[in-house]
C-alpha cells in the first residue's frame, strides 16, 4: 500500500482489497493503491478450481454483457470486472469497479442455493503522525515562552 496522499501536512498511504467467494470455491480479489494520480490496480486475482466460471472485464477479451443470459440486462456494468457463473443453480455476476471516486462491489443473481460472499478491506496508514504530534508539542512550548520572553 502506497498512496502518497499529504492531507493537512499528514502524509498518508490508502489501499483496498476486494474479495469475492462464490460457493466457497471460485474466488476473484483485487488489490488496489489510491494516489494523487488516480487509482492503481496492484493485483487482480481469480481462482475457479471447478473451471465452471468466467472472468470477465478490461482485459480479460469477455464483458458482462458477453455471458448474461437473455433477459437479463448488465449493459450499464460492461466495463466491470468480475466472474459470472451460469449452471443449474441459475446466473451470477459478481462484480469489482475500482475508480479514483468509488469502490463498488456488487452482486447480480438469479440463482438459487449459491453461497456468495463479498468483502472489502480498507487499508489507511498515517505515516508521520509522531513528527506531526512532537512538531505540534514544540510549537506550544514555544507559544508557553513568547509570555515570558516579553
Known amino acids: 500500500m502506497r498512496a502518497g496522499f499529504n492531507i493537512g501536512g499528514l502524509d498518508v498511504d490508502f489501499g483496498a482489497r476486494l474479495q469475492t467467494m462464490i460457493d466457497n470455491s471460485i474466488e476473484l480479489v483485487s488489490v488496489v493503491n489510491f494516489t494523487k494520480a488516480g487509482t492503481d490496480i496492484v493485483s487482480q486475482t481469480f481462482r475457479d478450481p471447478s473451471m465452471s466460471a468466467s ?3 478490461p482485459g480479460t477479451g469477455f464483458s458482462v454483457t458477453d455471458m448474461t443470459p437473455g433477459g437479463v ?18 446466473f451470477t455476476a459478481a462484480l469489482h469497479n475500482i475508480t479514483r471516486n468509488a469502490i463498488v462491489s456488487g452482486v447480480v443473481s438469479n440463482a438459487s442455493g449459491r453461497d456468495i460472499q463479498q468483502r ?6 498515517l505515516n508521520n503522525i509522531g513528527a506531526l504530534k512532537a512538531a505540534k508539542q514544540r510549537a506550544a512550548i514555544v507559544d508557553s515562552f513568547s509570555g515570558i520572553l516579553r
Request: hydrophobic residues 35%; aromatic residues 4%.
Open 120 to 125: 472489502i478491506d480498507i487499508d489507511i496508514r
Open 55 to 57: 472472468q470477465v472485464g
Open 73 to 90: 440486462d448488465l449493459s450499464g456494468l460492461a466495463e466491470f470486472s468480475g466472474v459470472t457463473l451460469s449452471d443449474t443453480k441459475g
